[in-house]
């Protein structure tokens, strides 16, 4: 992304986790579930996939453990690409 001169703003997750508000504003009206990672423990643990949680809880959940949300999160305006996707990130200016 730098090499094609895009301007970057990384948040470490881990050291700056989301709240519950920001992941309420990030998510909007997109189906919350595209951000849970499924490779993550507590998705894997809890059966997610099987029993999705509620809006509330996965945004709680998400909020207090960062690694449950799928990465990188890259927003470019009203796009929000989730988890590495090479081609949609070609498509970013």
Partial sequence: MQARNVELELRDLDKDPLTVAELETLIGDRDYREFLNPRNEVYRERK???????????????ASTPNLIRRPVTIAGKQIILGYDEDALKKIR
Avoid: Q
Wanted: a positive charge.
């Fill in 48 to 62: 997610m996939k099987e029993r999705p949680p509620s809006r509330a809880e996965a945004l709680r959940l998400m």
